[in-house]
């Protein structure tokens, strides 16, 4: 079976919630130039769009996600186990079948104007990039901005497509009341690594000039360092770390890779096909950083794993954040003295005279 270039899962694993039983592998015909599957945006209308995050270790209380399913095709995204819910494979699907959730700014407007709603920061892209390549034409995201500042309501935005430049005139405005942080996601400085791993990401370059001028613009960055691939691009850590300071970041985080439910299976396959040589090697050193398994849901455990080769990823960090940036940013609280809380329109009714 050839390489499918462009895409990041090479195969599409069945529905574990459905009786339709799929071919795993793609059809040879999609492989050949000029007939692979074209991405589909799917319009849908959900009734609620901010999640609570119970997680006690991804730094957010609440997320919002304008899109289910993410064409970057980054092949470890935990966020692929959550499209067999919808029916979808975690695999190609996950990256060709894109849901738009056309009424979000609607719904997020409806979930600011709650009466015991107390202002918590949401974060943009919880799970898939709210920047990802449809945001070009729907523009939810950049609606999204607009009713954050409308309530003067804080929010945080994790993405790793230079897209987020064009808002930035609605950035700047919520960072005048220190109401908005951007994580640049960023785990590798080769090209031919990116491609592979995150095939419709923006460029290593592009990301980096993205943090280069959104600090520039004066607005809070940091560099996410995610996730670490043991045997496959943990060597980059510190280098990471020094070009994302030298644009401007003013922080850094990173997250060892895990590879929960279908993830393991499509993630496995891909490295079979585009590291077959690395295979054992990176597979084996992710085992040895979850206690022996791929998957690892464990709260305070699961993001930054445990034993030696997880000690020597955190010591490379340590160090590279030390040495590259002494003043490091602190952790503020959240801004929500600015928040306003709107009455519903047709409560008005009752005030005319």
């Known amino acids: 079976m050839s390489y499918i270039k462009g895409r990041g899962a090479q195969i599409n694993p069945n ?20 007939r692979l599957r074209k991405s589909e945006a799917i319009l849908v209308y959900p009734k609620s769009i901010v999640n609570k995050v119970p997680s006690p270790d991804v730094g957010m209380e609440y997320s919002l996600n304008p899109y289910q399913g993410c ?23 996950f990256e060709t079948k894109i849901m738009v959730k ?4 609607y719904l997020l407007e409806e979930f600011l104007r709650k009466p015991k709603w107390d202002g918590t920061p949401i974060m943009l892209s919880g799970n898939t990039d709210c920047y990802q390549p449809l945001e070009k034409k729907f523009e939810i995201t950049r609606s999204l901005l607009k009713v954050f500042w409308k309530y003067r309501h804080a929010t945080g935005i994790i993405t790793k497509n230079s897209l987020v430049r064009r808002d930035i005139d609605i950035l700047k405005d ?9 994580a640049i996601s960023i785990n590798t400085l080769n090209e031919s690594l990116r491609r592979k791993l995150e095939p419709r990401t923006a460029s290593v370059k592009e990301r980096l000039k993205t943090m280069a001028f959104l600090a520039k613009e004066g607005i809070p960055v940091m560099a996410m360092v995610a996730p670490v691939i043991p045997g496959l691009n943990d060597h980059e850590i510190i280098e990471i770390v020094r070009r994302a300071a030298l644009m401007g970041a003013g922080k850094a985080r990173y997250i060892v890779v895990r590879l929960n439910g ?26 040895l950083c979850h206690g022996g398994k791929l998957n690892d849901s464990r709260f305070g455990m699961r993001m930054k794993g445990e034993g030696k080769i997880a000690e020597i990823i ?39 005279p």
């Open 15 to 34: 529905d574990p919630f459905s009786s339709l039983v799929r071919d795993e592998q793609i059809p040879q015909e999609e492989v050949e130039e000029g």
């Open 71 to 93: 064409e970057h095709g980054c092949i470890y995204c935990y966020a692929r186990n959550t499209h067999p819910y919808w029916g979808y494979s975690a695999g190609l699907d």
């Open 102 to 105: 056309k009424n979000a700014p």
């Open 174 to 182: 919520l960072n005048s009341l220190g109401l908005v942080k951007v």
């Open 262 to 287: 279908d993830v393991a299976t499509i993630f496995k396959d891909w490295l079979s096909k585009a590291y077959p040589d690395r295979l054992r090697k990176v597979i084996s050193k992710i085992e």
């Open 314 to 352: 955190a010591d490379q960090f340590r160090l590279a954040v030390r040495k590259f940036m002494p003043v490091e940013e602190a952790d503020s609280p959240p801004n929500v003295q600015h928040y306003l809380r709107m009455k519903r329109p047709q409560l008005d009714l009752f005030n005319s």
